[in-house]
C-alpha cells in the first residue's frame, strides 16, 4: 500500500507507488478464491508460525526468528524450507523493516547507573553474538554478518543481506506515544480493503483522514504528497 519510513523531526511519511494499487486488488482476488484463508487477515506472528511450521501453508512472512524455530529438530519442517524477498512488480531493490526492540531508562530510576551497565551488558557483542546463534537473530553489527559461525547458524544471511541496505524504519520517534493506534487504524483500514473483492480507492482517503486527526492532537504530520493524493 505504500513505503513507509522517517524524515526529519517530527514527520512522518508514506510513498505510494505504482505497484501497490495493482498489488491490493491481487491480494483480494487471491482471498475471493480460497488460494488464501480469510483468517490470515487476523494472523499475528505466532498465529502464522504455527500453521507453516506444523506444514498447513506454503507461505509465511514473518520475522526472522521463525528461520531458527521452523528448523529446530522438533519441527515437521525442518531442513525443507526456504527464504526469498517478497515479490515485487517493479525491479527495484528488495527492502524490508527494521524490527528494533528499543531499550530504555526511565527517567526517575532509583538505579540510573545499574540500569546503564544492563543496557551496555545487553547492547554488547558477546549477547549480539548469543542471541545470532542462540535465536536466529539478525546482529547489527556488520562485523558479525561476515562472522563465519553465525553465517552457519543463519545460512539465510546471503538472502537477506541485499534488504538490509534499504532498511524502512517504523515511525515510533515521529509519532512518539501515538503509535500504537498508529499501527492499529492503518492495519483495520488495511483489513478492511483486503476483505473486499472490490476495494475502493476511499480507503487510503479514509486511513490518511484518520491519521491526519491523530496527527493534529499528536502534533506529528504526515508528508504533503501522500495528504494531497488522498485527501476527502
Avoid at 89 to 99: E, F
Avoid at 176 to 194: C, E, Q, T
Avoid at 215 to 221: E, I, R, V
Wanted: hydrophobic share 35%.
Amino acid at each position: 500500500m505504500g513505503r513507509h519510513g522517517k524524515s526529519r523531526r517530527n514527520r512522518w511519511y508514506g510513498q505510494n507507488q505504482p505497484a501497490r494499487p495493482a498489488a491490493r486488488p491481487r491480494t483480494c482476488r487471491a482471498l475471493g478464491r480460497h488460494s488464501l484463508a480469510p483468517g490470515v487477515l487476523n494472523y499475528d506472528e505466532e498465529n502464522a508460525r504455527g500453521i507453516f511450521q506444523s506444514g498447513h501453508a506454503v507461505f509465511m512472512r514473518n520475522w526472522v526468528y521463525a528461520w531458527a524455530l521452523a528448523n529446530s529438530p522438533d519441527s515437521p519442517v525442518s531442513g525443507k524450507i526456504g527464504v526469498a524477498p517478497l515479490p515485487r512488480d517493479t525491479q527495484d531493490a528488495p527492502s524490508g523493516i527494521d524490527g528494533t526492540v528499543y531499550l530504555g531508562i526511565p527517567r526517575n530510576t532509583a538505579h540510573p547507573a545499574e540500569a546503564l551497565s544492563l543496557l551496555h551488558y545487553l547492547t554488547s557483542e558477546t549477547v549480539e553474538r548469543h542471541q545470532a546463534l542462540a535465536g536466529g537473530y539478525i546482529p547489527a553489527r556488520t562485523s558479525l554478518l561476515d562472522d563465519p559461525e553465525i553465517r552457519s547458524a543463519i545460512p539465510i544471511l546471503d538472502t537477506i543481506r541485499p534488504a538490509l541496505a534499504s532498511l524502512g524504519l517504523r515511525p515510533v520517534a515521529q509519532t512518539g506515544i501515538d503509535y500504537p493506534r498508529v499501527s492499529w487504524i492503518m492495519a483495520n483500514h488495511f483489513k478492511g480493503a483486503l476483505r473486499s473483492t472490490h476495494p475502493s480507492p476511499q480507503t487510503l482517503t479514509s486511513l490518511v483522514s484518520s491519521l491526519e486527526q491523530l496527527a493534529m492532537l499528536g502534533q506529528w504530520t504526515l508528508s504533503n504528497s501522500m495528504i494531497e493524493r488522498h485527501r476527502p
